[in-house]
């Protein structure tokens, strides 16, 4: 099953005594059958969230906390903060045991990792940061990047698994770029020297959109081309899916053509038709990494398997705070042989 918040790729740098987030994480999600209670309480608070937008009554805190949905709310959040916090407190521990100095030398040569750089961060006061303020940059990192990327990555699977000729033509330029090389490492300079299988990435992000929708609060009064006024204070949604999918934007909104994002067809886009990562002052931070993180699990999978659709598992979209599907996404992988085997097997990072 593709569907859900381990993405294949992400990083897992630290290589010290304390492992970090993503590799602790990782570690659980390799090990376990069943999902961790951390994986579980995202699960649910993205599940949740939605439930509650739908009712209005619940809006108010003081009625919700006094609902079932509110208390399983709660505990969720308390698994996800008590998950954070004490990584970041085994870290600030060790950092403290060894010194700043030794620290940085024990480094040295290694990658430095987010917690790290958070640790070792000053505020304009010259402060160090509290572990509370650590532990809630980590969630949002963890949140956003994490489930973010794993619906991405499956869709796109999914994608290419409804269109086999654009997956045979991807895994044809992955094979070109790949050729000449000893190992089958996507190295930073090939992830621009695959322009057909981003294409097939942008055009599954539009129809399958991670991130369905985004709120911002109007700043000042903002006048619409029909003459109406968004008053200043209102939160607005945004739907993120609604713009991918108005065939005034997207002729044929339904059908899967990476051929939207050619770059001739593309140069009269509207700037704000495709919007998968947001847009404006608060966009997301991370696209670029997920874009590199997308190409190079796709690349990977796809020269070492031919991805089909289980007929058997119909899917079904179930938008929460992340696009989703109902009952999980199945594909079969079928290995290709040789060219594989031929081969030293990369780290998929
Ligand atoms: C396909 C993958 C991803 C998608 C579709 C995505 C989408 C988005 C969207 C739509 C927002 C705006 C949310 C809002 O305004 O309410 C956002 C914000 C954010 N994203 Fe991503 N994201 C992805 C991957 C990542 C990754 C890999 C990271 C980190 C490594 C990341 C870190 C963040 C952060 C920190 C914010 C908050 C930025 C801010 O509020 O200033 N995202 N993302």
């Known amino acids: 099953m593709l569907q ?4 294949p790729g992400s990083p897992s740098s630290d290589q010290g005594t304390s492992p970090s987030l993503a590799c602790q994480l990782h570690a659980e999600l ?20 939605v439930r509650r937008q739908h009712r209005l009554l619940l809006h108010w805190d003081f009625l919700y906390h006094l ?20 990584v970041v407190q085994r870290r600030h521990q060790a950092l403290d045991r060894l010194g700043r100095e030794a620290w ?41 990047g994490h489930d973010t990327t794993a619906s991405g990555l499956s869709w796109v699977l999914y994608n290419l698994a409804c269109h086999p000729e654009y997956q045979k033509r991807c895994r044809e330029e992955i094979k070109d770029l790949m050729q000449d090389k000893e190992s089958e490492e996507i190295e930073w300079e090939d992830l621009s020297q695959m322009p057909f299988s981003t294409m097939c990435i942008k055009e599954s992000l539009r129809l399958h959109p991670p991130v369905t929708a985004v709120s911002r609060r109007c700043t ?21 899916y609604g713009t991918h999918h108005n065939p005034a934007v997207w002729p044929e909104p339904q059908v899967y053509n990476p051929h939207r ?7 009269n886009q509207p700037p704000l038709a495709f919007m998968p990562f947001s847009a404006g002052p608060r966009n997301c931070i991370g696209q670029n990494f997920a874009m590199a993180e997308m190409k190079v699990v796709l690349a990977l ?15 079904r979209r179930k938008p929460e705070l992340i696009l989703r599907s109902e009952n999980g996404l199945w594909l079969h992988l079928e290995p290709l042989g040789p060219c594989c085997e031929s081969r030293p097997p990369a780290p998929l990072s």
């Open 301 to 315: 999978t796809l020269l070492r398997f031919a991805v089909r659709l289980d007929e058997s598992r119909p899917v």
């Open 67 to 86: 609902t079932p949905d509110g208390r399983r709310f709660r505990c969720a959040c308390d698994t996800v903060h008590r998950f954070t916090a004490d």
């Open 30 to 49: 390799l090990c376990c059958r069943t999902p961790s209670d951390y994986i579980a309480a995202i699960l649910e608070l993205s599940s949740l969230v």
């Open 220 to 240: 000042e009064d903002i006048k619409l081309p029909d003459g109406r006024v968004l008053p200043k204070g209102n939160i607005c949604l945004i739907s993120i």
């Open 104 to 144: 940085l030398k024990s480094k040295q040569g290694k990658t430095v990792d987010f917690i790290d750089i958070l640790l070792l961060a000053k505020d304009e006061d010259d402060q160090d940061l509290s572990e509370e303020d650590i532990a809630a940059e980590a969630d949002t990192f963890m949140f956003e």
């Open 261 to 267: 994002f050619d770059p001739e067809n593309s140069k």
């Open 4 to 7: 859900g918040p381990a993405p």
